[in-house]
């Protein structure tokens, strides 16, 4: 059997047909590599969004750590502070009988009695010094006498007619107030004036 030559015709159609037929597997393999690699981009973006929102959050995060601490902190110096300033509050809301006792021996007592001046001048002196070292440490006494009534210092125990003061003054301190570095311990007890009744003439 004799093997028959295949003979391709020399003609520009064949020709064409023929770097078609090569052209064509090149084609499809360069368009699967481009489709791959677009397929690849798309998920490296999808990565890239979801690494860069887990960033986000995470920031996020330690920004509010950061403000959590730091209010944290706030709230600690402003405890430490309050804890400095009113730790004697107890300690001298005990002492406070003891000067107004004091100051009421000294007021009761006979100030013309030599007898008795050496010892009235050892109170004074004692509760002068207590005075001086309570208000080293922020206690003092709260304005009163001659002052304006304002209830937030003062406790009105009686009100009293009055032609010498303006009304809701305070006439007379029963007992003194104190204040512990702005925070009231014990509001003064006081007489406070009011304006006089009206006289009306039983002759008209």
């Known amino acids: 059997m004799k093997k028959e030559k295949i003979k391709f015709q020399d003609t520009p159609e064949k ?12 084609q499809c393999e360069e368009e699967s590599v481009i489709g791959q690699l677009e397929a690849a981009l798309e998920a490296s973006e999808g990565k890239i969004e979801l690494l860069d929102a887990k960033i986000k959050e995470q920031q996020d995060s330690v920004l509010r750590a950061r403000a959590d601490i730091e209010n ?3 709230r600690t110096e402003l405890e430490i502070d309050k804890a400095r300033k009113y730790a004697l509050e107890r300690f001298a809301s005990e002492l406070l009988p003891v000067m107004d006792n004091m100051e009421r021996a000294v007021e009761m007592s006979d100030l013309e009695n030599e007898a008795l001046k050496p010892i009235l001048e050892g109170i004074e002196l ?3 010094t207590m005075k001086d070292t309570m208000e080293k440490f922020g206690l003092k006494e709260v304005p009163a006498q001659d002052a304006v009534f304002n209830p937030e ?10 032609a010498t ?3 809701n003054t305070v006439m007379l301190v029963m007992q003194k107030g ?4 702005g925070r009231v311990m014990r509001p003064a007890m006081v007489m406070v004036s009011k304006a006089p009744t009206p006289q009306v003439d039983d002759k008209a």
């Open 153 to 162: 210092f003062h406790q009105a125990m009686s009100i009293q007619e009055s």
């Open 126 to 128: 004692t509760h002068k």
């Open 178 to 181: 104190y204040e512990l570095n």
């Open 15 to 26: 020709n064409e047909t023929l770097e078609e037929a090569l052209e064509t597997p090149i």
């Open 165 to 167: 003061h303006e009304p």
């Open 72 to 74: 944290m902190r706030r």
